[in-house]
């Protein structure tokens, strides 16, 4: 991980291994693992979104950390620190844009973060225009109904 800069999350299947999956040390990329019991034991899943998980019917969604890489062999699942610690730094584009708004990213629902950016937004708009003086009118225009 040391060799690597910038954003990622990668998921890899090593044959006559298993799959390992790890996150770049600033969780600038999301990345989580759930599980799904059946009759011979676990099913894996490794996602950017928990919403994925749930849609598929798994369970236990559990986020990769940052830095984290998770190995999953027959024999089990190991989960190992492998880049040092850095500044968590998750991508605000992924809250705004692109997750679903049901999807829980870092354990911080989409949903109410953008609640709460709207919140904030709403809150700083209004102390620019009261220190500034401002009035604004909002114009709507009427169609007639008959058109």
Not at 67 to 91: H, L, M, N
């Amino acid at each position: 991980m040391e060799q690597c800069k910038g954003a990622y999350a990668c998921v890899a299947m090593l044959a006559g291994f298993g799959i390992i999956a790890f996150r770049d040390p600033n969780g600038i990329r999301p990345l989580g693992l759930a599980v799904r019991k059946n009759a011979t034991g676990n099913d894996y899943l490794f996602a950017s979104e928990s919403v994925v998980a749930d849609a598929s019917g798994f369970s236990e969604w559990e986020d990769v950390r940052p830095g984290e890489a998770v190995i999953i062999t027959r024999s089990g699942v190991a989960r190992r620190q492998v880049g040092k610690a850095a500044t968590f730094a998750p991508d605000i584009f992924e809250y705004v844009y692109f997750a679903r708004p049901d999807s829980v990213l870092d354990g911080i629902s989409v949903y109410r973060s953008r609640m709460a950016m709207g919140d904030a937004l709403a809150d700083k708009v209004k102390t620019v225009l009261m220190e500034n003086n401002i009035e604004v009118d909002v114009v709507i225009p009427e169609y007639p109904a008959n058109t």
